[in-house]
């Protein structure tokens, strides 16, 4: 794993100072096997301030990763095991990456009188041998050879196999271009589009909960009637198959498939084909729930869910034509054995229960269970059903985006990559190999939005095993989100360069940050994103260091700018005068706000301050809290007035001018030079309640709020692109305004 500039010796604060780890820490056994293992051993937080990461934070880390650091005989044995890893092999990694159409060379670590030869195979099959031209003695170790690529290698992941005397090694060898490519349709002008929480806008043909029916709907009009070129949407990953359902979009049971609760039954061709009898079922059971469509109070998911998933079942029993069950064994086929895991595991749940309740099946059993073997076999419809859903959802989201390019979006549906899966979800059940298990979590660290930290609770990759398999998951899963989408936001961007692991037993404050290799995930992203003619977009939110956005920058993933965060030199202090627009980078998606923060025109009315409190979630009392917004609001009106985007006059009322304040803001935001701008649908609605208050599980209905607008009335889905503050809104977006 190639160790990152974050894990050097000297850390940079936000004044320009710098902090090094004393002489007498770093020659430590301790602190260099962590530094060996790509175990940060400090960092620099939000507010600038050094942090060294204590012993004991640092020994409960390298155990999750499989080192073991509980004593000083086991450090010094640690250590020698990590030297005599990397002296038995040929390549260097198992893992490798090369930049299309650049000279690279490879070392291989040979004996004395070996003379290594290399073979290429190619993704489509075609195989590429070295010749005497190809590899090169190194001058400074004599044993030690330099084999030079051939840099006409197409982008894609080939597999590079060298032998060497009586040894033969093998490397994942992925190419990819130097820098995603702007579509052309993006870098000919700026392009903009909204941000949407599916879940939340419904029509009188949902089930209560906003679908991918929706989706079609709202895409479709976004691009007809308010020429937006994408919507951004909550993650729309996989989650549990019965109640009571995970509301957190950002805590799936499995990243590479979709949310079926989302699933619209009557968009099934096969809905049209039922008979009278079957057609009665399906339609009462939807009766049974149709009336929460106008429900302004928190979402009911699991009463959703509840009536859905019957009548899904009624669908997939009713005969399919030969072409629709050729389709469907397509996909089957296509999805591989993944999805067999992930319909094995709902399986599971459904048959034998929650894998969180007690002495579960879930410790106890696995892919090479008999059990497992035994409980397919016998409820071997149920697991179809499982597939089926999978496929159906698929064919749906396909639609959705499809909608979209036909009214004249430019990109589409831009879906969202979670952090992480749950622990004891499909992913972590089948392959546990992947993460590390048991005593470790991710979260991350105090900053000004999040004073207490947080812990998201959910297991990490571990990087030792994607390494050694070629990052096959994260391929698999970043082609999947592709598939049906122009654009993937990558929540928690900084998770390719490194993630805070928190211990258990720890708490969100003691965690230590362990590193990623980057380039290979981003040579991913870049490979898919080039493949899809699509873009990335990195959430570079928060404790994030400079080096992370200039590599990002570097190769053409867009970061992202908020205004409410955009302050001069980018101080974390509220109240500090804001920057103006033309300071937002080009490459990135610029926009007001972002989920975890309450709409605009309730951050206006400080609606975060009262839910903080309502919640005791501050580290400080109230009064300095307030005391913080209130400058901050008034750094925002400032920049607003002087940049000539609002009145004097409307600054100083701010509840007699919400709107006005709210497009004024969007306003400043066209004056951008950033190539992707955004406006949320909660924004456009004047809706003040938070969609979600990090930190928080039962205390607040995170993720079930619905769209209402500025008097609290429901917004269905068909009602949005024709609501007045809408439209007045994307006038805004378009530069008529």
């Given at each position: ?146 084999l030079a690529l051939p840099d006409d290698l197409p982008i894609g992941y080939h597999t590079l196999q060298v032998a060497a005397g009586d040894r033969t090694d093998e490397a994942t060898l992925m ?7 702007l579509p052309a349709t993006v870098a000919e002008h700026p392009r903009w589009g909204w941000m949407a929480q599916l879940y939340s806008i419904r029509s009188h043909e949902s089930w209560g909960v ?528």
């Open positions: 794993m190639t160790a990152s500039s974050s894990s050097t010796i000297t850390a940079t604060s936000i004044d320009g100072a710098e902090h090094n780890e004393s002489l007498e820490r770093l020659a430590r056994p301790l602190i260099r096997l962590a530094k060996a293992s790509g175990v940060s051993t400090s960092y620099i937080d939000q507010l600038g301030t050094y942090v060294e990461i204590a012993d004991d934070v640092l020994v409960d880390v390298l155990g999750a990763l499989g080192v073991d650091a509980t004593s000083p005989e086991a450090i010094d044995a640690s250590l020698a095991a990590a030297d005599a890893a990397t002296s038995d092999r040929i390549l260097p990694s198992s893992t490798l990456t090369a930049t299309a159409g650049e000279p690279a060379t490879i070392t291989l670590h040979c004996a004395a009188g070996d003379e290594p030869e290399a073979t290429i195979t190619l993704e489509d099959g075609t195989v590429r041998r070295s010749d005497e031209n190809d590899i090169l003695p190194d001058l400074n170790v004599a044993t030690n050879r330099f190419v990819a271009p130097a820098r995603i490519p906003g679908d991918y029916g929706d989706l079609t709907t709202l895409l479709a009009d976004a691009g007809a009637k308010t020429d937006a070129d994408f919507m951004l949407i909550n993650p729309i990953h996989a989650g549990a198959p019965v109640p009571p359902l995970e509301p957190s979009p950002y805590l799936p049971e499995s990243r590479r498939f979709l949310n079926v609760t989302y699933i619209r039954p009557q968009n099934i061709p096969e809905y049209a084909e039922l008979t009278a009898d079957e057609r009665t079922r399906v339609d009462a059971l939807h009766a049974s729930v149709a009336a929460r469509n106008d429900d302004p109070e928190p979402l009911d998911i699991n009463a959703a869910w509840n009536a859905k998933r019957p009548a899904l079942r009624v669908i997939f029993d009713h005969p399919r034509s030969p072409e629709r069950e050729a389709a469907f064994s397509r996909f089957k086929e296509q999805a591989g054995p993944d999805l067999d895991a992930f319909a094995a595991w709902c399986l599971a749940f459904e048959v034998w229960g929650a894998p969180w309740e007690p002495d579960s099946w879930f410790g106890r059993t696995g892919r090479t269970s008999p059990e497992v073997a035994e409980l397919i076999r016998d409820h071997h419809d149920l697991f179809e059903f499982n597939r089926w859903l999978q496929w159906i959802a698929d064919e749906q989201v396909a639609a959705a985006q499809q909608a979209a390019k036909d009214n004249g979006m430019a990109l589409g549906l831009m879906q969202d990559m979670a952090v992480g899966v749950h622990a004891l979800g499909a992913d972590v059940w089948w392959s546990p190999e992947r993460f590390a298990l048991g005593s470790v979590t991710v979260g991350c660290p105090p900053d000004f939005y999040n004073q207490q930290g947080q812990d998201w609770g959910q297991p990490p990759f571990n990087p030792r095993y994607l390494e050694a398999t070629g990052y096959r998951v994260y391929r698999e899963m970043v082609h999947s989100m592709f598939a049906h989408a122009g654009a993937v936001r990558i929540d928690h961007v900084l998770g390719l360069f490194r993630l805070w692991w928190i211990p258990m037993g720890k708490g969100a404050k003691g965690g230590a940050y362990v590193m990623y290799n980057y380039r290979t995930m981003i040579a991913v992203l870049s490979i898919e994103a080039t493949r899809a003619n699509g873009l990335v977009i990195g959430e570079d939110l928060g404790t994030v260091p400079e080096y992370v956005r200039h590599v990002l920058a570097d190769h053409g993933v867009l970061g992202t700018d908020v205004a409410w965060f955009a302050r001069i030199d980018n101080s974390p202090n509220a109240g500090d005068p804001y920057a103006p627009p033309s300071d937002y980078r080009r490459q990135a998606l610029a926009s007001v706000t972002t989920h975890d923060l309450p709409p605009t025109a309730g951050y206006l009315e400080f609606e975060h301050v009262q839910l903080r409190e309502r919640l005791h979630l501050l580290a400080e009392p109230v009064e300095q809290f307030a005391a913080s917004a209130a400058a901050e609001r008034q750094a925002m009106l400032d920049v607003l007035v002087s940049g000539g985007w609002l009145d004097a006059a409307a600054a100083a009322d701010v509840p007699g001018h919400e709107q006005e304040i709210v497009e004024a803001m969007h306003r400043m935001l066209t004056a951008t030079p950033s190539v992707l701008r955004q406006a949320a649908i909660v924004d456009g609605t004047g809706q003040h309640a938070t969609v979600n208050q990090p930190g928080t599980s039962d205390q607040y209905p995170n993720w079930r709020i619905p769209l209402v607008d500025g008097d609290g009335r429901l917004v269905h889905t068909e009602e949005v692109f024709s609501n007045p503050r809408v439209l007045s809104l994307s006038a805004v977006m378009r530069g008529e305004r």
